[in-house]
């Protein structure tokens, strides 16, 4: 991450109880970020999620390359899709 700006924030599996929670978090707590894009698999993606009051569309993640600009992400995904994600390194 360089350094003078805020993060790029994703949350994968944004749609699911703890991945949702995230996203509230994040906004609630008014993390530092110039941006929050909110993935989900495909079963989820057509969803929103809310976070400080706001209603925050879900993206489809095609593949862990769509993480690649990001600084950080959360994955609420089950562990061995996080294990995928990280072997891929995608950013």
């Given at each position: 991450?360089?350094?003078?700006?805020?993060?790029?924030v994703?949350?994968?599996?944004?749609?699911?109880?703890?991945?949702?929670?995230?996203?509230?978090?994040?906004?609630?707590?008014?993390?530092?970020?110039?941006?929050?894009?909110?993935?989900?698999?495909?079963a989820?993606?057509?969803?929103?999620?809310?976070?400080?009051?706001?209603?925050?569309?879900?993206?489809?993640?095609?593949?862990?390359?769509?993480?690649?600009?990001?600084?950080?992400?959360?994955?609420?995904?089950?562990?061995?899709?996080?294990?995928?994600?990280i072997?891929?390194?995608?950013?």
């Amino acid at each position: 991450m360089a350094s003078g700006r805020e993060p790029r924030v994703a949350v994968v599996g944004a749609t699911g109880t703890v991945g949702s929670q995230i996203a509230d978090l994040i906004g609630e707590r008014e993390f530092p970020c110039s941006e929050l894009i909110l993935f989900a698999a495909e079963a989820g993606s057509s969803d929103s999620v809310e976070s400080a009051g706001q209603s925050l569309s879900v993206s489809r993640l095609n593949s862990p390359a769509d993480l690649a600009t990001f600084d950080i992400a959360f994955l609420a995904v089950p562990e061995i899709r996080a294990l995928e994600i990280i072997e891929e390194r995608p950013g």
